[in-house]
């Protein structure tokens, strides 16, 4: 867990890449491989699993692609790295019975409650944070021209 997996960060980078560059329309997972620099096989698996987590909303067709599930605000980091946690599938060390007396009694508690810790601060981490940081970092999007307010 303090060693974030590569599957982990792409799925941040293409989720905020949504929320920073799509405003009301979709993002397609070209355009997010082209932006971020992530190879299209881990991309799309991962953009998947995001929509299967209700994090994001797939639209197929020439103009689809990825839209937020919700509100930039109402999406934290905590729960993208849950999600990718539950599609990794791979055990987590700490959580597995076998070991020492130390170790079951004494590492791993502690350890356990860094993890918590940290999905405590991921949780108060939204994308709309994170929106803002890159906004005040000068970089560029198109996004509020995209918007669409008709009803």
């Known amino acids: 867990m303090l060693h974030p997996s590569k599957r982990l960060l792409f799925a941040i980078e293409a989720v905020l890449d949504i929320a920073y560059y799509g405003g009301s329309q979709p993002v397609q997972s070209g355009d997010i491989s082209a932006r971020q620099g992530i190879p299209r096989r881990y991309l799309e698996q991962v953009l998947q699993h995001l929509v299967r987590s209700g994090i994001l909303a797939g639209h197929r067709g020439p103009k689809g692609g990825y ?41 791993r508690p502690v350890w356990r409650e860094l993890q918590q810790e940290m999905l405590t601060k991921l949780d108060d981490i939204t994308l709309e944070d994170l929106c803002q940081k890159a906004q005040a970092a000068g970089i560029q999007t198109d996004a509020l021209q995209r918007l669409d307010f008709s009803i």
């Open 67 to 107: 839209l937020l599930a919700r509100e930039k605000r109402r999406i934290n980091l905590g729960e993208i790295v849950r999600a990718v946690r539950q599609f990794e599938g791979s055990p987590d060390p700490v959580q597995t019975a076998a070991g020492s007396r130390v170790a079951l009694e004494i590492v």
